[in-house]
């Protein structure tokens, strides 16, 4: 291995590191942090990390954003701040496979899967951490009524219009890296707008939901009030990570059909 290969995988490992002391990622989500940096690293090279890195960076610093009210709605969610490994790979995993696509084949079809997907993933993480904290309650898709702040499958101005500067900066970055053209720079931000979308509605109707069988909340954790909560609706396997990962792997699967067909 070269000098500069060894500085930048030991650049990658710090910054897991440090995400990890600041609690920004949990022990498992660090690794697996460190091992999509390495990936997309092996693909795209720099480029590819700073496209990660804008991900990561603007994703972590606005999970902190308001993090103290963001805790009190955390009866609703299944986990907290600290991302594991499966949220890491729920929203790099695709961009990941990507990278690891483009070293064994290169392809330009690589740059579309990894800025669609992390246009989607950056997407549906400001639209959640800059959603919940609008002062109306959001809209289900599912029932079009106002659900709690923090539901799974709704939608607020404000997380909407998150969602689509999220997208937009991924696809100006990615625009600026690589040679995309203004064509493909429109296409990748839709496909992140898409892919939010996508989270929204499999999140309304497919993902799981439990309920407590001691306050009766409504919750997406698997045990609350420190016993097992009753499955009410969706597929029980799928939670917030697979939704996740599915909205944004379906993002770059319709990129990667439109750049077969254009
Ligand atoms: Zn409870």
Redesign the pocket.
Known sequence: MEIDQVFIIGFIAVVASVSAYFQLLKPSGAIAAFLTGVFIWAGFGIKGLILLGVFFLTSSLLSKYKSHRKQQLSELHQKGAARDWAQVAANGGTAALAGIGNFLLPDPIWTIVLASSLASANGDTWASELGVLSKVQPLSVKSFKRVPTGTSGAISAVGTAAAAVGSLLIALTAASLFPLGPGWTGIIFLLGVVGTMIDTFLGAYLQAEFA?V??N?LTEKTI??SLPTRHVSGIVKLDNDAVNFLSCFTAALAGIVLYIIF
């Open positions: 407590c001691t306050c909340r609350h009030c």
